[in-house]
Structures are given as structure tokens and as C-alpha cells.
């Protein structure tokens, strides 16, 4: 090496090009997650600690082996697009969209490149989030719950605790991406087994209360709580007035009734994010999205509160006692 190549190494370590070099190749060598949700970050640790578990199953790690990169949309669905956008010029090596099928449309209409796992409680072929469950062509696969498909059950379990004949009101947020398939589902659901019930609709912490009002005045008897991101974030807003109304109410996850929710049934949120992380990892390792089939829930909670229950006078007969998976004391 001639001695004025040398020097000019030299002077460029000096200066800083060699740390920044090194930087780059580290970054280069590590993959980056883009992950989107629609909610907020507050009151998301099981689900992220699920997410992260799932990576690890398949050897990946946070800091260690794969960057994440954070995007909440805090309920706004209008920020979605931006957000997505964002982590499409940041060039992520996979977004994780993630709350609901409008995060994983967002990042759909960002990207056809970039490979996109979801999760979300609506159909993703009715969505339009892919062509079919087993084939789901395209850069998206992800995991379904179907949350929209479980009136049925949550009927059930609410004619289980009041017998006597009663309006039930169901509480629908008319902005939610999934509130037409929820609203199919719970009429289909009463319609078929006679129950009379009254729809409320609400988008605002507001409406939520005009709402319950309205329930207080109808006279109903009990509530079913649509799922929905919004409802999510206002649960203890949604709790508290079901509980001075002294509404026994069924939920879609477990965070209501850790809350002082009576009891709630619905797929397993942290097994979806698992799924979703051990999806994010099979990526990573060079699997294609379109050739992972969009994976369905296996996993279904049934919650239930006894302290509630107790408040409300209400009880659960032996036999479904037993099938409950976690009552809280």
C-alpha cells in the first residue's frame, strides 16, 4: 500500500468514516419490523410480550438480532395511511400491521412489496386483505379471530345468568372496521333464537355515555360489547357505567374484566400475536407471505369475574363454572 493511500485511511477514520461505516454494515446485517397498530401503546404489554415470544420461537430476538420500529395510531384511523407510509420509506424488512384489519389495509395500500403479516378479528378475504385463506397470494398473510362471529356464544352465556326474558343491548362503534359483520352476526344470532335486542351505536367517549343513558331508559337487561379497538382503549369508562347501571356484560377480551367486567369470550389476543410473530420470523428466514396460509383461531378465552358477579347478584351454574378458562377473584 502506497503511503498516501495509508494516510488517507487514516485521516478517514479520523474523522468519523470508519465508526459510520461500521454502523451502516451493522444495520444492513440486522432486519428492521415495522409494526403498526392501531391502538395506543398504553395497556399493550401482554400482547407485545406475545408478539416478541413468537419471534423468539423461531430464534429472533428485540435489539439482539432484529430492530422494531413503533407505530400507534392511538384509535385514529385516519393516521394510519401516514404511519404505514412512513415505515415504507423507512424500508422495514416487514411490517406487522396489527389492532384491526384498517392497520393491515393501511400498510397494504403502502406497499405490494413489502411483506405484511396481520392480525385482525374480521374476514381478510371479505376485507379484501387477501385473495383466500389458504392461498393468500399477493405480499399479506396473517392471523383471523373472527370476532364478528361469536354473538352467538356471548348470547348464550348472558341467557345463562338472566333467565328472566330481557332486551339485550349491544354496543357497536359504527366507525369500526368490522361494525357491518358485527352487526350481521348478533342480529342473525337473536333472530335465530328469539331474543329481543336493541343496537346502540357509539364512536366518541360521548356517544359511550348518551348510549349507556339510552340503555338505562330502554330498560335492557344486559349488554354485549361489540369488539373494537376504540371500546378497547375506553374500557374502564365502558366498565364503570355498566356497573352503576348494574348491567351484567359480556366483552370480546379479558382487559374488561381484569377492569370489573363481568366475563368475556373471544379468541385469544396473545395467541394471535404469537402467531403473528412466529409468521414475522418465518419471513425473516426467507419465507414468502403469499405462501403462508392466513392462519385461524384455535385458542378461545372464557373470563369471567366472581367479585362482579357477586356486586350484581348474578352467578354461573356449576357445569359452565368449570368450562371457564381464568376467573378472577
Not at 150 to 164: F, H, M, P, Y
Amino acid at each position: 500500500m502506497k503511503r498516501r493511500d495509508f494516510i488517507k485511511i487514516v485521516a478517514g477514520w479520523a474523522a468519523g468514516a470508519w465508526p459510520l461505516a461500521a454502523v451502516q454494515a451493522q444495520q444492513g446485517a440486522m432486519p428492521v419490523i415495522g409494526f403498526l397498530n392501531v391502538q395506543s401503546a398504553s395497556g399493550r404489554p401482554r400482547q407485545l410480550d406475545a408478539f416478541r415470544r413468537g419471534l423468539a420461537e423461531t430464534g429472533y430476538t428485540e435489539n439482539k438480532n432484529v430492530a422494531i420500529e413503533y407505530r400507534w395510531a392511538d384509535n385514529r384511523y385516519d393516521r394510519l395511511p401516514e404511519l404505514a407510509a412512513d415505515l415504507v420509506r423507512r424500508n422495514v424488512t416487514v411490517i406487522v400491521a396489527t389492532g384491526g384489519a384498517q392497520a393491515a389495509l393501511a400498510a397494504k395500500a403502502a406497499t405490494s412489496t413489502i411483506p405484511i403479516v396481520f392480525t385482525a378479528g374480521s374476514d381478510p378475504v371479505r376485507a379484501g386483505l387477501v385473495s383466500s385463506l389458504n392461498r393468500p397470494g399477493g405480499n399479506v398473510t396473517g392471523f383471523s379471530f373472527l370476532t364478528d362471529a361469536l354473538a352467538a356464544k356471548r348470547l348464550g352465556l348472558l341467557r345463562e345468568i338472566v333467565r328472566t326474558p330481557t332486551t339485550v343491548a349491544v354496543l357497536i362503534n359504527p366507525e369500526g372496521p368490522d361494525a357491518q359483520g358485527q352487526l350481521k352476526d348478533v342480529r342473525a344470532a337473536a333472530n335465530a333464537i328469539g331474543q329481543s335486542i336493541d343496537i346502540l351505536m357509539a364512536s366518541t367517549q360521548g356517544e359511550i355515555d348518551s348510549a349507556f343513558a339510552k340503555i338505562s331508559k330502554n330498560h335492557a337487561g344486559a349488554l354485549i360489547v361489540g369488539a373494537d379497538p376504540f371500546f378497547n382503549d375506553r374500557r374502564q369508562q365502558i366498565v364503570a357505567l355498566a356497573a352503576r347501571a348494574s348491567l351484567p356484560a359480556v366483552y370480546e377480551s379479558r382487559e374488561f374484566v381484569l377492569v370489573g367486567g363481568l366475563m368475556s369470550y373471544g379468541a385469544s389476543i396473545t395467541d394471535a400475536y404469537r402467531q403473528a410473530g412466529v409468521y414475522t420470523a418465518r419471513i425473516l428466514n426467507g419465507e414468502k407471505p403469499s405462501e403462508l396460509p392466513v392462519t385461524q383461531a384455535t385458542k378461545f378465552d372464557f373470563v369471567f369475574n366472581s367479585k362482579t358477579a357477586k356486586a350484581l347478584g348474578v352467578q354461573l351454574n356449576p357445569q359452565l363454572l368449570a368450562t371457564t378458562d381464568e376467573v378472577i377473584e
